[in-house]
């Protein structure tokens, strides 16, 4: 057998070439090495963060709301466990299919989906989307025993607003609701709060306005997830910070007598400290449920308030400004005293008229009051004597009263839309309509017709501030030291001037012709001192007239007359200040004096008062009115006599 030849050019070439690859190999096992010293080693930290990013989710928690307190520290509004399933669809593989499991088992609607989707595709994958809130316990069941087929869904319990008192307090402490586009720009866009599912913030009112305290700061939650987005298991919890509650001023047996009294009328009544400046109660009348908004209200419920003519949307307490009527002319005999233009016994002839500019200005009492002084004046609220002192004071001097008395300026009070009303002065006619002020402005104004325009918070502060000489400024929020007092500065008002006033104003609802004697108080230290007031809305006209038009009750309820009424009591030593309107109520005396007394009584029993404390001619009427209304109202509790202690 030949034996094989080997060239021996070829050996040298075989090992060349295997160094050539085995240097190739080194090279790229060399490049690995170093790639995975770096990864294993050098950037270790690194990429250990990135996976626990795939496997720890953050999540925030959202913080209890603070509640909001009446004076005694009943709960005006306050937080309910409920429970509501929320998708996120990066965890949800096919949110369509996923949501129409969940529909199956919560009976969503077709336009419920609809929304979830629409909803889903303007957020970003990873923002949890509310599929529905408030579900039952069985629903809840439901849904957390079809979890694993469930990918994305997740079923929690979160704090809901809830408003015990209802209605009462619906203008007062406004209302919550889920966040919008606005609400996200007011704030800055970077609060991820604002977009977690079922957090609500406040919309109107002191829910709006102390937003900030209320709402509390998020806390944090550190979470295991699988590949499938599931929780496994919790790993770290930052806690929340709950909200600050409020405390108010407000008394909430108070409020609820004020608004149950008003029921059936489009009305607004103020009770005020006039001490401290305390709001014991702000009515207006009707109002609605806040409870309906805090989810979202119905196109329905929602156009049924809207629509309703007595605008139960609409806080009359502090948004109506309306004409004061003869309620202004405290202001005016202020002025008139202060400028030394009329003395205490000083008489004005009153015929029932009075001729100024070629025009005829009336009294309401056609046949005129005869000589009649400035206390007078007011207890039979003569417009001839007013109509002269307007002459004597100048506009000048009554704008400048009404302004210290608190006319056409706004309280610094955390409620919406608050208006600032209108105290007319020759600048502000001028810059308004280009033209001169004219004496007959000055006449109209005088008894709070014409330009001016007074809201019944701004009347509640004028009437504390003239019972007690002092700059009284209102307040809803209760002070953390107890017994706290604010220190008003004294208004500078003449003692012998006030001390005038306040006698015709006790006159008013005591003496025998006082425009308000019908609504006195016989209880004795219980003494109401007031000032009725009716501004006009519409004149009756002469067809009308004709037609046998002769009375505010012939006319349709929304042409008829506003009524007002001021008053402070005990009138010899004043503790409240009280100012009630009545839209188309007709005269002051009839619809808004028996109003406030039965405020300033419940207020100075501490509940419903005695029979006994009415005129003995209305005790058997008034025992079924107190009747009525102790059915109507929450029952009285221990509260009730802390205030008088």
Same mark, same amino acid.
């Given at each position: 057998?030949?034996?094989?030849?080997?060239?021996?050019?070829?050996?040298?070439?075989?090992?060349?070439?295997?160094?050539?690859?085995?240097?190739?190999?080194?090279?790229?096992?060399?490049?690995?090495?170093?790639?995975?010293?770096?990864?294993?080693?050098?950037?270790?930290?690194?990429?250990?963060?990135?996976?626990?990013?795939?496997?720890?989710?953050?999540?925030?928690?959202?913080?209890?709301?603070?509640?909001?307190?009446?004076?005694?520290?009943?709960?005006?509004?306050?937080?309910?466990?409920?429970?509501?399933?929320?998708?996120?669809?990066?965890?949800?593989?096919?949110?369509?299919?996923?949501?129409?499991?969940?529909?199956?088992?919560?009976?969503?609607?077709?336009?419920?989906?609809?929304?979830?989707?629409?909803?889903?595709?303007?957020?970003?994958?990873?923002?949890?989307?509310?599929?529905?809130?408030?579900?039952?316990?069985?629903?809840?069941?439901?849904?957390?025993?079809?979890?694993?087929?469930?990918?994305?869904?997740?079923?929690?319990?979160?704090?809901?607003?809830?408003?015990?008192?209802?209605?009462?307090?619906?203008?007062?402490?406004?209302?919550?609701?889920?966040?919008?586009?606005?609400?996200?720009?007011?704030?800055?866009?970077?609060?991820?709060?604002?977009?977690?599912?079922?957090?609500?913030?406040?919309?109107?009112?002191?829910?709006?306005?102390?937003?900030?305290?209320?709402?509390?700061?998020?806390?944090?939650?550190?979470?295991?997830?699988?590949?499938?987005?599931?929780?496994?298991?919790?790993?770290?919890?930052?806690?929340?910070?709950?909200?600050?509650?409020?405390?108010?001023?407000?008394?909430?047996?108070?409020?609820?007598?004020?608004?149950?009294?008003?029921?059936?009328?489009?009305?607004?009544?103020?009770?005020?400290?006039?001490?401290?400046?305390?709001?014991?109660?702000?009515?207006?009348?009707?109002?609605?449920?806040?409870?309906?908004?805090?989810?979202?209200?119905?196109?329905?419920?929602?156009?049924?308030?809207?629509?309703?003519?007595?605008?139960?949307?609409?806080?009359?307490?502090?948004?109506?400004?309306?004409?004061?009527?003869?309620?202004?002319?405290?202001?005016?005999?202020?002025?008139?005293?202060?400028?030394?233009?009329?003395?205490?016994?000083?008489?004005?002839?009153?015929?029932?008229?009075?001729?100024?500019?070629?025009?005829?200005?009336?009294?309401?009492?056609?046949?005129?009051?005869?000589?009649?002084?400035?206390?007078?004046?007011?207890?039979?609220?003569?417009?001839?004597?007013?109509?002269?002192?307007?002459?004597?004071?100048?506009?000048?001097?009554?704008?400048?009263?009404?302004?210290?008395?608190?006319?056409?300026?706004?309280?610094?009070?955390?409620?919406?839309?608050?208006?600032?009303?209108?105290?007319?002065?020759?600048?502000?006619?001028?810059?308004?309509?280009?033209?001169?002020?004219?004496?007959?402005?000055?006449?109209?104004?005088?008894?709070?017709?014409?330009?001016?325009?007074?809201?019944?918070?701004?009347?509640?502060?004028?009437?504390?501030?003239?019972?007690?000489?002092?700059?009284?400024?209102?307040?809803?929020?209760?002070?953390?030291?107890?017994?706290?007092?604010?220190?008003?500065?004294?208004?500078?008002?003449?003692?012998?001037?006030?001390?005038?006033? $306040? =006698?015709?104003? @006790?006159?008013?609802?005591? /003496? #025998?012709?006082?425009?308000?004697?019908? +609504?006195?108080? *016989?209880?004795? &230290?219980?003494?109401?001192?007031?000032?009725?007031?009716?501004?006009?809305?519409?004149?009756?006209?002469?067809?009308?007239?004709?037609?046998?038009?002769?009375?505010?009750?012939?006319?349709?309820?929304?042409?008829?007359? $506003? =009524?007002?009424? @001021?008053?402070?009591?005990? /009138? #010899?030593?004043?503790?409240?200040?009280? +100012?009630?309107? *009545?839209?188309? &109520?007709?005269?002051?005396?009839?619809?808004?004096?028996?109003?406030?007394?039965?405020?300033?009584?419940?207020?100075?029993?501490?509940?419903?008062?005695?029979?006994?404390?009415?005129?003995?001619?209305?005790?058997?009427?008034?025992?079924?009115?107190?009747?009525?209304?102790? /059915? #109507?109202?929450?029952?009285?509790?221990?509260?009730?006599?802390?205030?008088?202690?």
């Amino acid at each position: 057998m030949t034996k094989p030849q080997t060239d021996p050019k070829a050996h040298p070439r075989l090992t060349r070439r295997s160094m050539i690859l085995g240097g190739a190999q080194l090279t790229v096992a060399g490049a690995l090495g170093l790639r995975m010293h770096r990864m294993q080693i050098d950037e270790a930290d690194t990429y250990r963060m990135m996976a626990e990013e795939n496997r720890i989710s953050m999540q925030l928690v959202a913080p209890p709301r603070g509640r909001i307190l009446d004076r005694f520290g009943a709960v005006l509004a306050d937080n309910r466990p409920t429970y509501q399933v929320t998708i996120v669809r990066e965890r949800a593989g096919d949110p369509q299919k996923v949501l129409a499991d969940v529909q199956t088992i919560l009976g969503l609607s077709d336009d419920d989906l609809k929304q979830i989707l629409d909803e889903m595709a303007d957020r970003s994958s990873f923002v949890p989307i509310t599929v529905a809130r408030d579900i039952t316990w069985d629903e809840l069941s439901q849904i957390s025993l079809n979890a694993p087929a469930l990918p994305g869904i997740s079923a929690d319990v979160v704090l809901q607003r809830v408003y015990p008192f209802g209605t009462d307090f619906a203008h007062l402490i406004g209302y919550v609701g889920r966040a919008n586009a606005q609400d996200v720009a007011d704030n800055d866009g970077n609060n991820a709060l604002l977009a977690m599912p079922g957090f609500h913030i406040g919309k109107i009112s002191i829910e709006k306005a102390q937003e900030a305290s209320l709402r509390g700061k998020a806390g944090r939650l550190s979470v295991e997830v699988n590949a499938a987005g599931r929780v496994m298991q919790s790993l770290d919890r930052v806690p929340p910070v709950p909200g600050a509650d409020l405390q108010l001023t407000i008394d909430h047996h108070l409020q609820n007598f004020a608004l149950a009294r008003l029921a059936g009328q489009s009305a607004a009544a103020v009770v005020i400290d006039v001490q401290n400046g305390d709001l014991l109660a702000c009515a207006s009348a009707p109002t609605f449920d806040p409870n309906l908004f805090v989810d979202g209200i119905s196109s329905k419920d929602y156009n049924a308030l809207r629509d309703d003519p007595y605008r139960p949307l609409s806080d009359k307490v502090v948004q109506g400004a309306y004409p004061p009527g003869s309620v202004l002319k405290m202001s005016l005999a202020l002025a008139a005293l202060e400028g030394a233009e009329v003395g205490p016994e000083e008489t004005v002839y009153c015929p029932g008229f009075v001729e100024i500019g070629g025009r005829r200005f009336h009294c309401w009492k056609r046949g005129g009051h005869g000589h009649i002084s400035l206390r007078g004046a007011l207890r039979e609220s003569c417009d001839v004597f007013f109509y002269e002192m307007a002459r004597r004071v100048g506009i000048d001097n009554l704008h400048a009263m009404s302004a210290r008395l608190g006319l056409g300026q706004r309280p610094d009070l955390p409620l919406s839309g608050i208006a600032s009303g209108l105290n007319p002065s020759r600048d502000w006619k001028l810059e308004r309509y280009g033209t001169e002020w004219l004496i007959g402005d000055t006449i109209n104004a005088s008894i709070g017709q014409g330009f001016v325009l007074a809201t019944p918070m701004q009347l509640a502060i004028m009437a504390a501030r003239v019972a007690s000489g002092k700059n009284v400024e209102p307040r809803l929020f209760k002070p953390q030291m107890a017994g706290d007092t604010q220190n008003f500065e004294d208004m500078g008002l003449s003692p012998a001037a006030l001390a005038l006033v $306040h =006698a015709g104003m @006790t006159d008013v609802v005591n /003496a #025998a012709r006082g425009t308000a004697r019908s +609504s006195r108080i *016989v209880a004795e &230290g219980q003494t109401m001192a007031g000032k009725t007031g009716s501004s006009q809305v519409f004149s009756i006209t002469a067809a009308e007239r004709a037609a046998g038009v002769r009375s505010q009750a012939d006319l349709p309820w929304n042409r008829r007359d $506003h =009524a007002l009424f @001021t008053a402070f009591a005990p /009138a #010899a030593q004043p503790r409240i200040a009280v +100012s009630v309107l *009545v839209e188309h &109520g007709g005269g002051g005396s009839l619809a808004a004096a028996p109003i406030a007394r039965d405020l300033v009584l419940f207020y100075l029993n501490g509940g419903l008062p005695p029979v006994e404390a009415y005129p003995a001619d209305q005790r058997g009427r008034m025992q079924t009115s107190l009747e009525e209304l102790s /059915a #109507a109202i929450l029952p009285t509790d221990g509260h009730t006599q802390k205030r008088r202690t």
